[in-house]
């Protein structure tokens, strides 16, 4: 329950306040900068802006996991997946098709995106697939373990988008009806 307190000031009167601000503008300095040899010694330093000031800093590490949010869709004939993953640190992605690992290539497009600091994001497009080769995996793989995700490409959703064919369809009978509601109208009018 909120409650207001009032009481007369005069200006010779002082009022002491505290603001506490939760940490901000957490930073990581690295000393010293640049290229290391493996073996030698590094400093972290942690900064935030906080009242009261931040008296104690905890380090997490966290095997990744990859999230609800992977799914695949279809768009006619291609079928374009994305595998959404974090951990500490950041896992890297790899994708699995029919059993075996996939690069990215022309024929099979593959983009990585990175999400923060802790996650990653990876979208494969693929083409014209046999039933037989619907076995699709995403793993996601960091210093601490790894995780997997089995697409399921026969329930993919399907997109509906603007295909050449549909377009021009629509714009033949869009044609049509024009000419069917203009022509009887023109006729009527130069009567």
């Known amino acids: 329950m909120d409650r207001i307190f009032r009481a007369p000031l005069s200006t010779n009167d002082t009022l002491a306040t505290t603001t506490f601000v939760p940490p901000k503008e957490t930073t990581i300095i690295i000393e010293p900068k640049g290229p290391l040899l493996e073996g030698s010694s590094v400093?972290?330093?942690?900064?935030?802006?906080?009242?009261?000031?931040?008296?104690?800093?905890?380090?997490?590490?966290?095997?990744?996991?990859?999230?609800?949010?992977?799914?695949?869709?279809?768009?006619?004939?291609?079928?374009?997946?994305?595998?959404?993953s974090q951990g500490n640190p950041p896992p890297s992605l790899v994708w699995k098709l029919a059993g075996e690992p996939v690069n990215h290539s022309a024929a099979i497009p593959i983009r990585e995106e990175s999400l923060g600091n802790v996650g990653m994001k990876s979208i494969i497009t693929l083409y014209d697939l046999d039933e037989d080769t619907l076995?699709?995996?995403?793993?996601?793989?960091?210093?601490?373990?790894?995780?997997?995700?089995?697409?399921?490409?026969?329930?993919?959703?399907?997109?509906?988008?603007?295909?050449?064919?549909?377009?021009?369809?629509?714009?033949?009978?869009a044609a049509l009806g024009m000419l069917l509601v203009c022509v009887p109208l023109l006729i009527i009018y130069y009567r």
């Open 135 to 173: 076995s699709l995996v995403c793993l996601s793989i960091n210093s601490l373990g790894f995780d997997s995700f089995a697409f399921n490409m026969s329930l993919s959703k399907t997109e509906q988008g603007l295909h050449s064919l549909s377009f021009g369809i629509g714009f033949v009978v």
């Open 43 to 84: 400093s972290l330093l942690c900064k935030s802006r906080a009242n009261p000031p931040v008296t104690n800093y905890t380090w997490y590490k966290v095997p990744p996991e990859i999230l609800s949010s992977s799914r695949c869709i279809k768009i006619s004939s291609m079928i374009r997946c994305s595998c959404y």
